[in-house]
């Protein structure tokens, strides 16, 4: 079984700032990773998500993550957001020894951008 | 359609009822998977569909919870006796159901489900 931990639960930043949200997981096996976005009133949608290969990754609307295997982490970062990156992030695992597409999610860190 | 629908957005009920919450997936997608989030907690999984069969229930939380896709498309998931401690708010997500998990799970609105 795999378990996912978000270190903030909430992140407050300014526009234009970089910011880097955290996540941790545990697992015994190789993992899938995966990050989401929830924007007010709409449901999730995926940002980005490691599969395997290089362990930087670069997903839509200028978000990166990076897997390091030996720290057990997988942390997403924008350079400069904007306000309208104000949203909960959540971060997810699955196993590809488990049930398919089964993801695992932490708590979600919630983003609030100000100008 | 477009994308995953489901309805009712918000359902209030009262303890100890029956409801139905029902889940349009994505047309052709063969995956179909249900999850709760609690206030203030990431989504939590449920049960996952391949085609017409649960290939995966061991989320749901008692035998009060059942969930069904007759035809391999639409999908209803069944909450008996509801409880106080059911409130949340129910996503459901459809995948092409690509070998070994690797797919993007595409989530709905979700429908909200109090029970007084």
């Known amino acids: 079984a795999q378990s996912v931990t978000q270190l903030d639960s909430q992140v407050p930043v300014f526009e234009e700032a970089p910011v880097e949200l955290r996540c941790n997981y545990s697992?015994?096996?190789?993992?899938?990773l995966f990050w989401y976005v929830q924007y007010p009133n709409q449901g999730l949608q995926l940002l980005l998500k490691?599969?395997?290969?290089?362990?930087l990754v670069k997903g839509i609307n200028g978000f990166e993550a990076e897997f390091n295997k030996s720290q057990t982490s997988f942390h997403l970062r924008k350079p400069s957001v904007h306000i309208s990156d104000t949203a909960e992030y959540f971060c997810a695992v699955s196993s590809p020894t488990d049930s398919w597409g089964k993801l695992q999610f932490g708590a979600g860190t919630q983003v609030v951008v100000t100008p | 359609g477009a994308g995953v629908s489901q309805t009712p957005s918000n359902k209030v009920t009262e303890k100890g009822k029956y409801v139905e919450l029902r889940c349009d997936p994505i047309s052709g997608h063969t995956a179909l998977y249900w999850y709760r989030q609690s206030l203030g907690q990431g989504p939590e999984f449920l049960i996952y569909f391949q085609g017409t069969g649960a290939a995966d229930d061991s989320g749901l939380p008692n035998d009060r919870f059942f969930a069904v896709r007759p035809e391999g498309s639409v999908s209803t998931l069944k909450i008996q006796r509801t409880e106080r401690g059911d409130s949340a708010v129910y996503l459901c997500a459809s995948s092409r159901g690509l070998a070994g998990g690797t797919d993007t799970q595409y989530f709905g609105p979700g429908t909200r489900l109090t029970v007084l």
């Open positions: 697992s015994s096996v190789s993992v899938y």
């Open positions: 490691y599969l395997s290969g290089s362990t």
